[in-house]
């Protein structure tokens, strides 16, 4: 017997040689996870617990009890009850099958299915787990049967080449769709679930074919890698001939965006020139109005200053005239206040002149016969009595009075009295005629 080959996902068809007995499982179908046996379901009396990852189904006389069954229960086992406890842990199983393709290579494929039961209930009610190894063998082989029979339809209607590049597409999936459609049927399920297949392993039998499709294989990829070379070749002249083209004409571009540019820079020249020509001009316009403001600015300064100064020198003199003339005003106002009090004062003192002779003329109108006599009478009679009883007041007087004569003590006091009368009269004369001839001087000075 010819040792078979090899192709690994990895490395197909290029896979490595190997012994056949390296790859050959010992039975068809083999179960990498089975449940050891145990002794708790053998139990006659007493506790029975499952492990989390088991599930307890509890019957009794013949009737399921939901209240001590379920995922990881325990539940009190009497003689005649039944006690099965299911695994609801991943299980895996190794499965290989021969089978020639549709160009008739004979190949072998080695695969895995991993799958968990999820209702207990419906697979005891398919397999009697009570001997739980032997259900979890029958239950690997059922599936291991039906992957290998379903992988065995798939590769008869595909080509070695397809099997070995698509064996995840055509091989895996088609054989986990088709598996799912018998185990997890609505009307008939088996209460597992597959939860994924995967082919490990394409192996051809014939030493002849391999090293045929390797050498077909080896001539395919030189002549690809030739081709591939002369096409990347050709790609790289292509791209070079576009990458000349587009530096010419990128260079092209260049030259015309640098005519542009400098025919756009000589523009802005031009423009700049002109602007600051025409700049020059307006700030030489602007230089010479404004030197012309200037003078007149200074011109009309200088008018105004004349004005200013000449309307100054008119206030100025205005206020000169009018100092003279309040000056003169005033000598002449100090003038006739001098002359007027001048005049009041030497009306005043003709004044009191006046009320001194008018003094003097009620004294000396007092001093006529009439006033004299009045003034004699109310003055000087009472002074006389006065005296006369102040002389007599000690004095004894004795009269003796003869015939004719005369000379007795009152005819002698009248007659001093007399004589003093006279002497007075003659004084008041006197002092009246004076008083006469100075009011005459007086009248006549004022005259004058």
Excluded at 293 to 318: F, W
Excluded at 412 to 439: D, H, P, S, V, Y
Aim: with cysteine.
């Amino acid at each position: 017997m010819k040792k078979p080959r090899r192709l690994s996902q990895a490395k197909a068809p290029n896979a490595s040689v190997g012994k056949s007995e390296d790859f050959q499982l010992s039975s068809d179908i083999e179960v990498t996870s089975s449940s050891p046996n145990d002794n708790r379901t053998s139990k006659v009396f007493g506790y029975v617990s499952a492990y989390p990852n088991e599930y307890l189904i509890h019957y009794r006389k013949g009737k399921f009890r939901k209240r001590s069954s379920g995922q990881g229960a325990q539940c009190f086992k009497f003689p005649g009850d039944t006690v099965v406890i299911i695994p609801s842990s991943l299980k895996q199983i190794v499965f290989q099958a021969n089978q020639l393709t549709v160009d008739n290579v004979d190949v072998r494929i080695r695969g895995i299915v991993i799958y968990q039961i999820f209702d207990p209930l419906k697979i005891n009610s398919k397999i009697n787990f009570f001997n739980r190894q032997a259900a979890e063998n029958k239950l690997a082989r059922m599936v291991g049967d039906l992957c290998r029979s379903i992988v065995k339809w798939l590769i008869a209607n595909m080509a070695v080449e397809e099997c070995i590049r698509k064996r995840k597409e055509d091989i895996a999936d088609a054989l986990k769709r088709e598996i799912t459609l018998v185990v997890d049927d609505e009307a008939n399920s088996w209460g597992i679930e597959i939860v994924t297949i995967d082919v490990q392993d394409i192996y051809i039998q014939d030493d002849d074919i391999f090293n045929a499709l390797q050498t077909s294989f080896k001539s395919q990829k030189m002549r690809e890698s030739e081709l591939c070379e002369l096409e990347a070749t050709r790609d790289l002249e292509l791209k070079q001939l576009e990458v000349d083209a587009q530096l010419a004409e990128r260079r092209k571009d260049q030259e015309l965006r640098n005519l542009e540019i400098e025919s756009e820079l000589a523009q802005k020249r031009a423009e700049l020139k002109a602007q600051k020509l025409a700049q020059e001009a307006e700030l030489e316009l602007s230089q010479l109005r404004a030197e012309e403001e200037k003078k007149t600015y200074l011109k009309a300064q200088e008018l105004e200053r004349k004005k200013s100064a000449s309307i100054q020198e008119l206030e100025l003199t205005k206020l000169r005239e009018q100092r003279e003339l309040e000056r003169r005003q005033s000598e002449s106002d100090f003038e006739l206040e001098r002359s007027r009090l001048a005049a009041e004062a030497q009306n005043q003192a003709e004044q009191e002149k006046i009320e001194t002779l008018q003094k003097r003329m009620d004294v000396e109108n007092n001093i006529t016969p009439a006033g004299l006599e009045k003034s004699f009478i109310e003055g000087a009679l009472p002074q006389i009595a006065t005296a006369l009883a102040k002389s007599m007041t000690s004095s004894n007087i004795n009269i003796v009075q003869g015939q004719g004569d005369i000379n007795t003590p009152f005819s002698l006091m009248l007659f001093e009295i007399t004589e003093l009368l006279k002497e007075r009269l003659n004084r008041l004369k006197q002092g009246n005629e004076l008083a006469e001839g100075e009011i005459t001087d007086l009248f006549g000075d004022q005259d004058n």
